[in-house]
Nanobody, 114 residues
């Protein structure tokens, strides 16, 4: 069973920055898709950023220009750099990796105050 551990969440003021990390228990070459999702209270889980099997990157319109997704094959870790954070970014952020199945982390809370 694949295990994913997210970290880096916390409380920040609007305009601040955070960097989330997701470490996998399996080598990255075994996955063909990886990304970040988030879920705010009362809302459905939404895609924030994703790296496709060909290295193509997709961002949600709401975070484009502010967030950057990246990865380290050496460390088997996925990152999400979040800049110019807004109150609307407050949510639980989940790491998602996939091969023939989808694997999810436990989630890390990001709270943006204003």
């Amino acid at each position: 069973q694949v295990q994913l551990v997210e970290s880096g969440g916390g409380l920040v003021q609007a305009g601040g920055s955070l960097k989330l990390s997701c470490e996998a228990s399996r080598h990255f070459f075994s996955f063909n898709r990886m990304g970040w999702f988030r879920q705010a209270p009362g809302k459905q889980r939404e895609l924030v950023a994703q790296i496709g099997q060909f290295g193509d990157i997709t961002y949600a319109d709401s975070v484009k220009g502010r967030f950057t997704i990246s990865r380290s094959f050496a460390e088997n870790t996925l990152y999400l750099e979040m800049n110019n954070l807004k109150s609307e970014d407050t949510a639980v952020y989940f790491c998602n990796l996939a091969d023939s199945s989808d694997y999810w982390g436990q989630g890390t809370q990001v709270t943006v105050s204003s």
